[in-house]
């Protein structure tokens, strides 16, 4: 359907048009006159056809031979032919404005003229006007589809540097509780022997608790360290990077990873579902066909969700077969939790744990 930009100027030709109708010196009122340029100028209007503009604008040329007060609507007629492929078969028109010169109608073929380039000048406004409209809302198009992709890697990148960032601190952490454990740790121990052996050779019964004390203070030292190593080591393990280092090592299939945790789950469940998804793709290298698999983890407010579902064939499947999978059930039944295995639609394994304090 055409656009509406023309409506206007198709209006405005009208009225010129009836204007000339009405001074003719043989003026007859006739409707149907009047509504034959009306109803092409209609078909003109709704039909976006370049085709079947041209055949309506060379039979309206056509019937204006035999109806000679048709030419006066002309320039309404023309309007839609003008700049475009077929506007050289207005042309056709000749033939009836031949026709009404012979009949001495010149002044009013000089006015039609005159209209039909007021035609050709409102044609080419309407038409320039629609073109720069549709650049302009090409480019804003274009101009929102980048700031699309802009904002995608703008956020894409602050993801990878908060990755990056988050591994490097997760990295640094690690490496700390490295030091302490193999420098401090080392030297705790040695100064705890070193109370031990001078307790056992002391003789003197004044040192005696002084070193029993100093013994007792050096444990304290070892257990508290101790711990703090192991709490640095235990915060280093990212659940995130550790899983997206397994499913980016994995191209025995396509791979999609669906990580929606935001927080750092305990010790025990992120080894719980390294372990899980560890077994679970090896298990798709070894006995499945799948071609797609994909590994969901969810974060709910009592509890988190592991999902890993291939589309490959199940065949003979058993729940009691596979140390694998029994492993799997191990590990989740100690947390609480609950394994649902599917395979009704390739293979699916549902698993369910309850976060820390909500058992």
Same mark, same amino acid.
Request: charged share 20%.
């Given at each position: 359907?055409?656009?509406?930009?023309?409506?206007?100027?198709?209006?405005?030709?009208?009225?010129?048009?009836?204007?000339?109708?009405?001074?003719?010196?043989?003026?007859?009122?006739?409707?149907?006159?009047?509504?034959?340029?009306?109803?092409?100028?209609?078909?003109?209007?709704?039909?976006?056809?370049?085709?079947?503009?041209?055949?309506?604008?060379?039979?309206?040329?056509?019937?204006?031979?035999?109806?000679?007060?048709?030419?006066?609507?002309?320039?309404?007629?023309?309007?839609?032919?003008?700049?475009?492929?077929?506007?050289?078969?207005?042309?056709?028109?000749?033939?009836?404005?031949? $026709? @009404?010169?012979?009949?001495? !109608?010149? /002044?009013?073929?000089?006015?039609?003229?005159?209209?039909?380039? &007021?035609?050709? #000048? %409102?044609?080419?406004?309407?038409?320039?006007?629609?073109?720069?409209?549709?650049?302009?809302?090409?480019?804003?198009?274009?101009?929102?589809?980048?700031?699309?992709?802009?904002?995608?890697?703008?956020?894409?990148?602050?993801?990878?540097?908060?990755?990056? $960032? @988050?591994?490097?601190?997760? !990295?640094? /952490?690690?490496?700390?509780?490295?030091?302490?454990?193999?420098? &401090?740790?080392? #030297? %705790?121990?040695?100064?705890?022997?070193?109370?031990?052996?001078?307790?056992?050779?002391?003789?003197?019964?004044?040192?005696?608790?002084?070193?029993?004390?100093?013994?007792?203070?050096?444990?304290?030292?070892?257990?508290?360290?101790?711990?703090?190593?192991?709490?640095?080591?235990?915060?280093?393990?990212?659940?995130?990077?550790?899983?997206?280092?397994?499913?980016?090592?994995?191209?025995?299939?396509?791979?999609?990873?669906?990580?929606?945790?935001?927080?750092?789950?305990?010790?025990?469940?992120?080894?719980?579902?390294?372990?899980?998804?560890?077994?679970?793709?090896?298990?798709?290298?070894?006995?499945?066909?799948?071609?797609?698999?994909?590994?969901?983890?969810?974060?709910?407010?009592?509890?988190?969700?592991?999902?890993?579902?291939?589309?490959?064939?199940?065949?003979?499947?058993?729940?009691?077969?596979?140390?694998?999978?029994?492993?799997?059930?191990?590990?989740?039944?100690?947390?609480?939790?609950?394994?649902?295995?599917?395979?009704?639609?390739?293979?699916?394994?549902?698993?369910?744990?309850?976060?820390?304090?909500?058992?």
């Amino acid at each position: 359907m055409r656009n509406t930009a023309g409506i206007t100027d198709k209006i405005i030709l009208f009225i010129c048009c009836f204007m000339i109708y009405l001074i003719q010196t043989n003026f007859e009122m006739n409707v149907v006159i009047i509504l034959i340029p009306i109803i092409f100028s209609a078909f003109l209007s709704y039909f976006d056809n370049e085709k079947l503009s041209t055949a309506l604008t060379t039979g309206f040329s056509i019937l204006a031979c035999f109806v000679p007060q048709l030419i006066v609507f002309f320039p309404l007629i023309a309007y839609d032919m003008l700049f475009c492929k077929y506007q050289y078969y207005n042309l056709v028109a000749i033939i009836p404005v031949s $026709l @009404s010169l012979q009949s001495a !109608n010149w /002044r009013t073929t000089l006015v039609v003229i005159a209209v039909l380039l &007021v035609s050709s #000048l %409102l044609r080419y406004r309407t038409k320039t006007q629609t073109t720069l409209r549709s650049k302009h809302n090409d480019l804003i198009d274009e101009a929102r589809q980048l700031t699309m992709i802009l904002n995608k890697q703008n956020k894409d990148l602050i993801e990878k540097q908060d990755f990056e $960032l @988050s591994n490097a601190t997760l !990295n640094e /952490r690690n490496r700390i509780a490295r030091e302490i454990h193999d420098n &401090v740790g080392h #030297l %705790l121990s040695s100064a705890i022997l070193q109370s031990g052996a001078l307790l056992t050779v002391n003789r003197d019964e004044k040192m005696t608790d002084s070193l029993k004390t100093l013994k007792d203070t050096l444990n304290q030292a070892m257990n508290s360290i101790r711990a703090s190593v192991h709490q640095l080591y235990d915060e280093s393990v990212d659940l995130k990077v550790q899983i997206m280092e397994i499913t980016g090592g994995f191209t025995f299939c396509e791979l999609t990873c669906d990580y929606q945790i935001s927080g750092n789950p305990d010790k025990k469940v992120k080894a719980a579902f390294i372990a899980v998804v560890k077994e679970a793709l090896s298990n798709v290298i070894r006995h499945s066909n799948a071609t797609a698999v994909s590994v969901v983890l969810r974060e709910h407010p009592g509890l988190y969700q592991l999902i890993i579902r291939d589309n490959g064939t199940v065949r003979n499947y058993s729940t009691g077969e596979g140390l694998g999978l029994k492993n799997m059930t191990d590990r989740i039944e100690a947390l609480k939790g609950n394994i649902n295995i599917l395979t009704s639609n390739g293979f699916e394994i549902f698993i369910s744990v309850p976060k820390e304090g909500t058992a």
